[in-house]
């Protein structure tokens, strides 16, 4: 089992920026794939960014592109999202999960492992 902890949020005026961390215990996290997925009140949860376990692949979704960086620290064993230039449809609880296969894909249906999210609320 592999938990994992996500910080990092809060309360932000639009244009602002967070930037959310999701730590793992776990030994092999460097060859898991991580992603950020978020679901808004009353919509499904949904894919923002991913990244595989060395750090040099990642897909974002259209709404994150130019504004969302997902990165890395194996050494830390966490991994992070920048989210700047926030709007108030960002607003959302923010999830990371863990992908034991490495795949850097966005459905959630190949995510093993998830964190209880953090809310992340951009006022306007």
């Known amino acids: 089992q592999v938990q994992l902890v996500e910080s990092g949020g809060g309360l932000v005026q639009a244009g602002g920026s967070l930037r959310l961390s999701c730590a793992a215990a776990?030994?092999?996290?460097?060859?898991?794939?991580m992603g950020w997925f978020r679901q808004a009140p009353g919509k499904e949860r949904e894919f923002v960014a991913a990244v595989s376990g060395g750090g040099s692949r990642k897909s974002y979704a259209d709404s994150a592109k130019g504004r969302f960086t997902i990165s890395r620290d194996n050494t830390k064993n966490t991994v992070f999202l920048q989210m700047n230039n926030l709007k108030p449809e960002d607003t959302a609880v923010y999830y990371c999960?863990?992908?034991?296969?490495?795949?850097?894909?966005?459905?959630?249906?190949?995510?093993?492992?998830w964190g209880q999210g953090t809310q992340v609320t951009v006022s306007s």
């Open positions: 776990e030994r092999t996290f460097g060859s898991y794939a």
């Open positions: 999960a863990a992908d034991v296969f490495n795949r850097v894909s966005a459905p959630m249906i190949l995510y093993n492992y």
